[in-house]
């Protein structure tokens, strides 16, 4: 008998012969052993919590226990929210301490946790976050620095200390207010660009005639069985609490269904979990509310014509991770990659992560005999640097990965790389998604392959449409151009929810702060004139609704794409704007 046994049974008086005192003895030896405590220190925990609510200290049973561990677990709770507080540095997420430790050389980094970084944000409203502002970062060197880029760079207006957000700490009263603050905004969007809707309805209220409701697409999976994607015997409308009292009604979709306010020529519209829809129909007391129209999502405002101005011109050159096969830490594609910027000296390079990917096999193994920040320092920071001196006037631009290991913030939205990772101001981090201005031309850049989960997801559906935006030329009706659609209209960089469980730990999405991942700011804002949406499916690129999409696809399958704006001109931004996909030589 083990003396933590014998400790515990001296302890409750026990016997082993006791079916019942046996059970509780086994639940103390557990509770000592997960939380590293001694049968004393048990006892003592039990004393205090006894003495402090009862007055007494009573016989200590299995419900006894259960007490117990919840308290244990909430000073456990207490204790590392108040080293957040303390420190930053002594509350890094495990994955930047590895990317800084000389111990993970050679060890298999499956498995690891560590505490979380910075205190938690509270939920933002719809169109809240990361207003722009422009950046100047000042830093002594010992390479020449260019005294002027050419490009005005305009960032996020915010710190990292406001986006490193302390994560897994959301409740499901904060993910549900987030929820319903977002259908809320776009019922007052529909409202106030269909001017005839009056009011929303409720969809779970019987009524003889129509009504127009706002609510988010799901998946009734229990109807439809696992694995079995979104159809017309699956759909499900989630209503927010203001306009629906939070309840989920079966959706049926009328068979002469109607298309209103859309784009003319698309003649149908995509659904997928998660997608925030506008419908005309009824509940007719089956339990269902039938649809006989869908409202389209108001379109974003187009940029207005910047003024001509030669000097306003730049070009800049994209390219995404992984930068490396899964075979090696080479890094043979971004070494090429960087040999053509050499050559070219574009004003702006935009690289998007991962840099160093946590789930190649290599660092998956432990197969490195150097740290995460010491292989992203030799191979990226070195050699742009280098770059940078031979075009003093670029500007670098590095936008994380979910799957980056030198990234402390594992989750989405992701904060910007710690500021160790810059070493020249040149190099400027930004947070994943990102939006920020070159020239006054906007853009939104996203490392995470939405365009990919959207084709998974989506389910289109053909429809009359009535009411139709014309626009010339007609609008793009092609799959890729329809998935890029579907992020303008419902505003997000990933409008998808729940996550499918095939591809969650791609994206390790943050409900509550799902603010940052707006496209605009405010409903009124205008469209980002350029997306950067990298992903696995054949690279792109297109103009969608006023917008330049570009998907450059990963730099290990060797495409990455260049991008030019003209200043001199009288045209809209898409229209001075030339976006190709180049091949690595």
């Given at each position: 008998m083990s003396s933590l046994r014998s400790e515990v049974i001296e302890w409750l008086g026990a016997t082993e012969l006791e079916e019942d005192s046996e059970a509780?003895?086994?639940e103390c030896v557990s509770i000592c052993q997960m939380y590293n405590l001694t049968a004393?220190?048990?006892?003592?925990?039990?004393?205090?919590l006894s003495y402090g609510t009862t007055n007494s200290i009573l016989r200590f049973t299995h419900e006894s226990a259960a007490d117990?561990?919840?308290q244990i677990q909430r000073e456990i709770q207490a204790k590392n929210a108040s080293s957040a507080s303390k420190s930053a540095a002594a509350t890094s997420f495990a994955r930047g301490k590895l990317a800084n430790s000389a111990k993970f050389a050679g060890i298999n980094a499956n498995g690891l946790t560590g505490t979380l970084k910075a205190a938690a944000q509270p939920p933002k409203a719809l169109f809240g976050g990361m207003a722009r502002v422009p950046v100047k970062l000042e830093q002594d060197f010992d390479d020449p620095i260019a005294s002027s880029s050419r490009v005005t760079f305009t960032g996020p207006k915010e710190g990292r200390q406001n986006r490193a957000y302390r994560y897994m700490y959301e409740t499901l009263g904060e993910r549900s207010e987030t929820l319903d603050t977002q259908l809320d905004g776009f019922g007052e969007l529909i409202l106030k660009h269909y001017r005839d809707v009056g009011q929303l309805?409720?969809?779970?209220?019987?009524?003889?005639?129509?009504?127009?409701?706002?609510?988010?697409i799901v998946l009734d999976a229990e109807a439809s069985g696992p694995g079995v994607k979104l159809n017309d015997q699956s759909l499900i409308l989630e209503a927010s609490r203001a306009h629906g009292d939070g309840l989920r009604v079966p959706l049926q979709l009328a068979p002469d269904l109607k298309i209103r306010g859309g784009y003319k020529g698309l003649g149908g519209v995509g659904l997928f979990p998660g997608a925030v829809v506008a419908l005309k129909g009824r509940n007719g007391g089956g339990g269902y509310f039938i649809a006989s129209e869908i409202l389209a999502m108001p379109p974003m405002p187009a940029s207005p014509a910047p003024p001509s101005n030669v000097a306003a011109s730049f070009d800049v050159c994209i390219a995404c991770g992984p930068f490396t096969p899964d075979a090696d830490l080479d890094y043979k594609p971004w070494r090429t990659l960087?040999?053509?910027?050499?050559?070219?000296?574009?004003?702006?390079?935009?690289?998007?992560?991962p840099f160093v990917d946590a789930t190649h096999s290599h660092i998956h193994d432990g197969k490195v005999d150097e740290t995460p920040s010491d292989i992203f320092k030799r191979q990226f920071i070195g050699p742009l640097r280098n770059f940078l001196s031979q075009s003093p006037t670029s500007t670098v631009l590095l936008v994380p990965s979910v799957k980056d290991i030198i990234s402390d913030h594992a989750v989405?939205?992701?904060?910007?790389?710690?500021?160790?990772f810059s070493g020249d101001p040149r190099i400027r981090l930004l947070p994943n998604p990102a939006r920020f201005a070159l020239n006054g031309i906007s853009f939104a850049v996203c490392s995470v392959d939405v365009l990919y989960h959207l084709r998974k997801e989506e389910y289109s559906r053909r429809g009359e449409e009535v009411d139709s935006i014309v626009c010339e030329p007609e609008a793009a009706s092609d799959p890729m151009s329809n998935l890029g659609r579907y992020i303008l209209q419902q505003r997000s960089f990933y409008p998808i929810f729940p996550v499918s469980l095939d591809v969650a730990h791609e994206v390790n999405l943050d409900v509550s702060h799902s603010a940052e991942l707006r496209v605009s700011e405010s409903p009124d804002e205008p469209v980002p004139d350029v997306m950067v949406l990298p992903s696995r499916l054949k690279h792109f690129s297109k103009v969608v609704d006023n917008s330049v999409i570009v998907n450059p696809s990963f730099l290990t399958k060797g495409t990455y794409a260049t991008l030019s704006y003209s200043g001199?001109?009288?045209?809209?931004p898409k229209d001075r704007i030339s976006a190709d996909i180049a091949r690595l030589s």
């Amino acid at each position: 008998m083990s003396s933590l046994r014998s400790e515990v049974i001296e302890w409750l008086g026990a016997t082993e012969l006791e079916e019942d005192s046996e059970a509780l003895v086994n639940e103390c030896v557990s509770i000592c052993q997960m939380y590293n405590l001694t049968a004393e220190a048990l006892k003592y925990k039990w004393e205090a919590l006894s003495y402090g609510t009862t007055n007494s200290i009573l016989r200590f049973t299995h419900e006894s226990a259960a007490d117990v561990k919840v308290q244990i677990q909430r000073e456990i709770q207490a204790k590392n929210a108040s080293s957040a507080s303390k420190s930053a540095a002594a509350t890094s997420f495990a994955r930047g301490k590895l990317a800084n430790s000389a111990k993970f050389a050679g060890i298999n980094a499956n498995g690891l946790t560590g505490t979380l970084k910075a205190a938690a944000q509270p939920p933002k409203a719809l169109f809240g976050g990361m207003a722009r502002v422009p950046v100047k970062l000042e830093q002594d060197f010992d390479d020449p620095i260019a005294s002027s880029s050419r490009v005005t760079f305009t960032g996020p207006k915010e710190g990292r200390q406001n986006r490193a957000y302390r994560y897994m700490y959301e409740t499901l009263g904060e993910r549900s207010e987030t929820l319903d603050t977002q259908l809320d905004g776009f019922g007052e969007l529909i409202l106030k660009h269909y001017r005839d809707v009056g009011q929303l309805g409720h969809p779970g209220v019987f009524s003889e005639g129509t009504s127009v409701v706002v609510g988010r697409i799901v998946l009734d999976a229990e109807a439809s069985g696992p694995g079995v994607k979104l159809n017309d015997q699956s759909l499900i409308l989630e209503a927010s609490r203001a306009h629906g009292d939070g309840l989920r009604v079966p959706l049926q979709l009328a068979p002469d269904l109607k298309i209103r306010g859309g784009y003319k020529g698309l003649g149908g519209v995509g659904l997928f979990p998660g997608a925030v829809v506008a419908l005309k129909g009824r509940n007719g007391g089956g339990g269902y509310f039938i649809a006989s129209e869908i409202l389209a999502m108001p379109p974003m405002p187009a940029s207005p014509a910047p003024p001509s101005n030669v000097a306003a011109s730049f070009d800049v050159c994209i390219a995404c991770g992984p930068f490396t096969p899964d075979a090696d830490l080479d890094y043979k594609p971004w070494r090429t990659l960087i040999s053509n910027l050499k050559a070219s000296k574009p004003a702006v390079v935009l690289l998007l992560g991962p840099f160093v990917d946590a789930t190649h096999s290599h660092i998956h193994d432990g197969k490195v005999d150097e740290t995460p920040s010491d292989i992203f320092k030799r191979q990226f920071i070195g050699p742009l640097r280098n770059f940078l001196s031979q075009s003093p006037t670029s500007t670098v631009l590095l936008v994380p990965s979910v799957k980056d290991i030198i990234s402390d913030h594992a989750v989405f939205p992701q904060c910007e790389l710690d500021d160790e990772f810059s070493g020249d101001p040149r190099i400027r981090l930004l947070p994943n998604p990102a939006r920020f201005a070159l020239n006054g031309i906007s853009f939104a850049v996203c490392s995470v392959d939405v365009l990919y989960h959207l084709r998974k997801e989506e389910y289109s559906r053909r429809g009359e449409e009535v009411d139709s935006i014309v626009c010339e030329p007609e609008a793009a009706s092609d799959p890729m151009s329809n998935l890029g659609r579907y992020i303008l209209q419902q505003r997000s960089f990933y409008p998808i929810f729940p996550v499918s469980l095939d591809v969650a730990h791609e994206v390790n999405l943050d409900v509550s702060h799902s603010a940052e991942l707006r496209v605009s700011e405010s409903p009124d804002e205008p469209v980002p004139d350029v997306m950067v949406l990298p992903s696995r499916l054949k690279h792109f690129s297109k103009v969608v609704d006023n917008s330049v999409i570009v998907n450059p696809s990963f730099l290990t399958k060797g495409t990455y794409a260049t991008l030019s704006y003209s200043g001199q001109g009288t045209g809209f931004p898409k229209d001075r704007i030339s976006a190709d996909i180049a091949r690595l030589s």
